[in-house]
């Protein structure tokens, strides 16, 4: 998908949500438990559910891989379902994946190509040979961690390097990596103070931004500094979403919570105009 | 495993060799294509072949990924055919993983107990949280990337944080991690001459030692300043040891290969006594 799609899929549904698809069995509706693939019957309710007030969605990998050959398929199986039924929807493989350049390759190939993704996050550790073999492909997207919604983020990501810290460094450096238009970054909501500052290095790309609601970031602080004139965010939440309810009426409730979600996004796009 | 069994085999073996699982269905030898699983048969063979000249054997999760389904069931297998016919064998999960906290135990609980690994190698960025919940697990190793054996290393690992370089931080940082004691490292062989200060800081830590042989470092080097008296370092080879042949005699030749390495590294270790 290209950059110019999804803004268009953005102003038409005046939403930038993405809703993360991190399955846990041991939280979804125990009635699907019966099914035969209770991960991807989840998923598919919730897509349906919700895919109007969303423009993204997020399965984080280690849900998967935690299933074993079981996930993987479910994995597949979830994003078959969106790109046949839903291929205006953007998707993120969250799988913060990085290697030396041959073997980052390997992953790069296995999202975007064998899976369909149209982008998957990435740690930037390694530096740019771990990075680039991702931005090699046309109309996919590279998102990189920078600034990070958990407490560790404070054990290096705000280190000083020089007059920088570390994340503007990995920011400013990863601009001038080959085809680093393809590039979006994480940085998470509960750092909304830090958004004004990314802004000045980065003013135009997309931001994958964790979270929002469980997590205790507030969307209209992330948008005050966040927002670009192509909107230029994509706010995550998962568990606010995908576990509104436990009961048989999961699917609703989840709709019910993603079309708030859609509406306080909405007012605020209407607030910029 | 617990390290002193790692150890005690390292002393019977005289070889600190770790061999890299890395296949790549466009580099085994063509016979073996007409297999039910070539990923397996080729792994199978390579073990058989060098199991007595290693001490470790490390599949890149990269390689199988990319085979999809397919992939994670060789994987599968060839992590179950080590435990089950050479449990005295280390084995290590190449998957470079690292999330947020709950995000991360999934991983964990998927290498550790669900795959069966002794280790799993994770990335610093994302800090603290992110690789806590590995070091949860009794007896098994979380190997964290410090200095990488690749280019892009230069990026950030090595860039001033303050009075020290990033990879040193990340060295000093995590060794007030709880259970600490189950943290080794990741420093390439392409940057021996880093090893003895690395040594200033983690005196007795294990290292896994990438890059000697095709990357090009010297693993003389690496062993100069990098050895403790507890030998305290893997050093990995892949594609030397495993694509030493295209041929019928693939196995043979890897025994070959790996014998070598052992034979330098017995050399190495009776020169230090």
Redesign the interface.
């Known amino acids: 998908m290209t950059t110019a799609n999804l803004i268009s899929e953005i102003k038409k549904k005046q939403s930038f949500l993405c809703v993360g698809l ?1 399955v846990d069995l041991e939280k979804v509706p125990e009635f699907l438990l019966k099914e035969e693939d209770p991960i991807f019957s989840f998923n598919k309710a919730i897509i349906d559910a919700t895919h109007q007030y969303a423009v993204a969605y997020k399965p ?1 990998t ?2 998967y ?2 299933y ?2 079981k996930g ?2 479910s994995l ?1 199986k979830t994003i078959n379902y969106l790109n046949e039924n839903y291929p205006e929807i953007f998707t993120i493989a969250d799988a ?6 041959n ?2 390759s ?2 790069a ?2 999202f975007f190509e ?2 369909g993704f149209d982008s998957v996050t990435v ?9 680039e073999p991702f931005l090699a492909f046309e109309n996919k997207h590279t998102i990189m ?1 920078a600034l ?10 705000t ?4 007059e920088k810290e ?1 994340y503007k ?2 920011l400013k ?1 990863s601009k001038k990596w080959r085809n680093s238009e393809n590039l979006m970054y994480v940085v998470g909501a509960t750092k909304a103070e830090f958004f004004a500052d990314i802004r000045k290095i980065i003013p135009h790309s997309f931001l994958l931004v964790p979270g929002v609601g469980a997590q205790g970031g507030s969307l209209k602080e992330v948008c005050k500094y966040g927002l670009t004139e192509n909107v230029g965010l994509l706010v995550n939440s998962s568990r606010g979403i995908i576990y509104a309810s436990k009961d048989t009426d999961f699917a609703k409730a989840a709709a019910q919570e993603a079309k708030n979600m859609q509406l306080d996004m909405k007012a605020i796009l209407d607030g910029v105009r």
Chains 1, 2 share one sequence.
Do not use: C, H
């Open positions: 991190d984080n280690a849900f891989e935690a074993g050959l993987w398929r597949e913060k994946r990085g290697d030396i350049g073997t980052s390997r992953y190939k296995a064998d899976l740690a930037p550790y390694m530096g740019k040979d771990s990075v961690l990070t919604s958990n407490e560790g983020a404070f054990d290096f990501q280190k000083l390097v020089g570390l460094q990995v450096t």
